[in-house]
């Protein structure tokens, strides 16, 4: 069978990290695949470059590539569709004014996606991720919400490549990111977002009592992982594109053929978990099994963990009031 993967902001600098390993086969291995790249006009010259270079790989297993700036011409029959496109914060520019774009951006891609697969997969990266995933369901009120979600998996990977380091460090043994299970990223793709700990496991034991020093977790851990980003740009004068994109390509992956019972995370839909107000899209951790995901239930939230999720919750409605005043939502 042959899938057709539908790929936004593709001349962006994730859409570069990201086509080629797509291409190469990283989500649906032997599978043939056929890309559509949407772009806005003016970036479709760069995009012909890149699709020059996709052409010059010789990938075997990618049957076609379309680029257009037309968003129905893009999502017409997908079977996945990765939002990653999206319009940047400019200097000077308020957070209501990023959410009027953005959600005209999202609220016409929705729309758009009308035209595609019954089963279609939406994973949106373009920032704000959650609540652009949000407006783009809501304008596709026929595409059940469980097919939009938003990428919080590279917090996830940050926060175990941080645990891994810190276990190798406490145990003086070496720890790799594979042993680590049972981490979960909670609420927004942003600086108020909680890495939590409290269920993860090393071997068998709680990580917390391996790592045993609460105030690192606090104090060191969570603003790490939350801040990461601001570090990335600081650091390599641009934001994280590689890193977002693998864990974009990743976040399809597991989606699409399971995540072998481990748990990832995944901003997905509430439908009141963990007292997460329904209707908002927030980090949940979750398991994927053929196809679906389902968030980790039962899991007892502690008053530090409790807090942490409060506050990165009332920054998603506080995101979806503004869209909301908008009229984008
Ligand atoms: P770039 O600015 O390099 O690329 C974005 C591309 O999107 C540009 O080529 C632009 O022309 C295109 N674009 C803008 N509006 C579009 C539209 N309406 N339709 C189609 N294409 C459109 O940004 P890049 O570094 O690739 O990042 C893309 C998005 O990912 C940004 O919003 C960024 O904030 C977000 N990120 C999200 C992350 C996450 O974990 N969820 C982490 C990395 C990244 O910061």
Request: net charge negative; with cysteine; charged share 20%.
């Amino acid at each position: 069978m042959t899938r057709t993967i539908a790929v936004t902001g593709a001349a962006g600098q994730i859409g570069y990290s990201l086509l080629f390993r797509l291409a190469a086969g990283f989500v649906y291995g032997d599978e043939p695949i056929r890309l559509r790249l949407l772009e806005v006009p003016q970036a479709l010259q760069a995009l012909e470059g890149v699709v020059m270079e996709l052409d010059d790989c010789a990938f075997t297993r990618l049957e076609a590539v379309e680029i257009t700036d037309d968003p129905a011409t893009a999502f017409d029959g997908v079977d996945a569709a990765l939002l990653i496109g999206s319009m940047p914060r400019k200097k000077g520019m308020e957070r209501a004014d990023l959410l009027q774009k953005n959600g005209e951006i999202f609220s016409t891609q929705g729309r758009a996606l009308v035209n595609a697969a019954d089963h279609v997969k939406v994973v949106v990266t373009g920032n704000p991720a959650n609540t652009n995933a949000l407006i783009a369901s809501h304008h596709a009120p026929d595409i059940p919400k469980t097919q939009f979600t938003a990428l919080t998996r590279l917090d996830h990977n940050r926060a175990l490549s941080q645990l891994a380091a810190k276990a190798t460090e406490v145990t003086g043994e070496p720890v790799y990111v594979q042993d680590i299970e049972q981490v979960a990223i909670w609420g927004n793709h942003s600086a108020t977002q909680y890495p939590d700990i409290s269920h993860a496991r090393l071997a068998g034991r709680s990580l917390a009592e391996v790592i045993g020093d609460e105030a690192w977790v606090a104090d060191e851990f969570v603003p790490t992982v939350a801040k990461r980003g601001a570090a990335i740009i600081a650091a390599r004068g641009a934001s994280s594109a590689a890193s977002a994109a693998h864990a974009t390509l990743e976040h399809l992956r597991d989606w699409e053929h399971g995540s072998s019972g481990r748990w990832v995370s995944m901003a997905v839909h509430s439908q009141g978990e963990y007292d997460v107000p329904a209707g908002l899209v927030s980090s949940f951790p979750v398991v994927c099994t053929g196809g679906s995901y389902e968030i980790v239930t039962g899991l007892e939230i502690g008053a530090f963990s409790r807090q942490r999720i409060d506050a990165s919750v009332a920054e998603l409605q506080a995101e979806r009031d503004t869209a909301q005043d908008l009229g984008v939502l």
